[in-house]
């Protein structure tokens, strides 16, 4: 997986970028592990599924992420009582047209991939 952590100027931070098909994954590493303690508690649960294929399972915010042998999974629910309106009217103002999905964003990536993701990330925090 190419990613890219690069300097937001208007948020004042930093973010790791990605292709669209890892935005979920991108996402939820420059918003919610801001802190070493959080981190580390990713490295390891990473660590554990691919030593011990142990599952582990983080809920942060709308992001539900899955670590497990296979690699990990990072879900982002979308509210879509917000968002179902003007979606519908981007494409038709007939609900029959258009059904709103409740499931979210996903996006999947290898454990090796993560975790070297997650440990450049961790370097910039510092």
């Given at each position: 997986?190419?990613?890219?952590?690069?300097?937001d100027q208007e948020e004042s931070s930093?973010?790791?970028?990605?292709?669209?098909?890892?935005?979920?994954?991108?996402?939820?590493?420059?918003?919610?592990?801001k802190d070493v303690e959080t981190v580390q508690k990713v490295l390891v649960a990473?660590?554990?599924?691919?030593?011990?294929?142990?599952?582990?399972?983080?809920?942060?915010?709308?992001?539900?992420?899955?670590?497990?042998?296979?690699?990990?999974?990072?879900?982002?629910?979308?509210?879509?009582?917000?968002?179902?309106?003007?979606?519908?009217?981007?494409?038709?103002?007939?609900?029959?047209?258009?059904?709103?999905?409740?499931?979210?964003?996903?996006?999947?990536?290898?454990?090796?991939?993560?975790?070297?993701?997650?440990?450049?990330?961790?370097?910039?925090?510092?």
């Amino acid at each position: 997986m190419d990613y890219e952590i690069a300097f937001d100027q208007e948020e004042s931070s930093y973010k790791v970028q990605t292709d669209y098909q890892f935005s979920a994954i991108a996402e939820w590493v420059s918003v919610y592990l801001k802190d070493v303690e959080t981190v580390q508690k990713v490295l390891v649960a990473a660590r554990l599924a691919e030593a011990d294929k142990e599952v582990t399972e983080f809920n942060h915010g709308p992001f539900k992420v899955i670590f497990s042998e296979e690699g990990t999974l990072v879900s982002r629910q979308v509210d879509m009582q917000s968002a179902e309106e003007e979606i519908k009217a981007m494409f038709d103002s007939q609900d029959s047209f258009y059904r709103a999905s409740t499931d979210g964003i996903q996006a999947e990536c290898g454990l090796e991939d993560l975790i070297k993701m997650v440990e450049s990330w961790y370097e910039v925090l510092q």
